[in-house]
Nanobody
Framework: QVQLVESGGGLVQAGGSLRLSCAAS????????MGWYRQAPGKQRDFVAR???????NFAASVKGRFTISRDNGNNTVYLQMNSLKPEDTAVYYC?????????WGQGTQVTVSS
């Protein structure tokens, strides 16, 4: 069982920045992929970004150029740096990890962007 704990959410004005963290309960060295999703009220959970163990990254079109994802294997943590935030980025952000054939999710962290 892998536990993921997100942090770093909060309230920010449009144009501002936040950095989300996802701390894993075990080494992420061999975790094939870790990612971020988000869910706005009344909407489905959508893909935001992903990073593989080799460092390859993918982003949703809506955040490309504004968000970056990185991993710190030494701290077993994945980060989501969010810049130029927009009100439509408001959502609960969830971290996930695909480990040994299972998909694990964190509890989520709220991001609210005011206009």
């Amino acid at each position: 069982q892998v536990q993921l704990v997100e942090s770093g959410g909060g309230l920010v004005q449009a144009g501002g920045s936040l950095r989300l963290s996802c701390a894993a309960s075990e080494s992420i060295d061999n975790i094939a992929a870790m990612g971020w999703y988000r869910q706005a009220p009344g909407k489905q959970r959508d893909f935001v970004a992903r990073i593989t163990s080799g460092g390859s990254t993918n982003f949703a079109a809506s955040v490309k150029g504004r968000f970056t994802i990185s991993r710190d294997n030494g701290n077993n943590t994945v980060y989501l740096q969010m810049n130029s935030l927009k009100p439509e980025d408001t959502a609960v952000y969830y971290c996930n990890a695909f480990v040994r054939g299972n998909l694990y999710w964190g509890q989520g962290t709220q991001v609210t962007v005011s206009s």
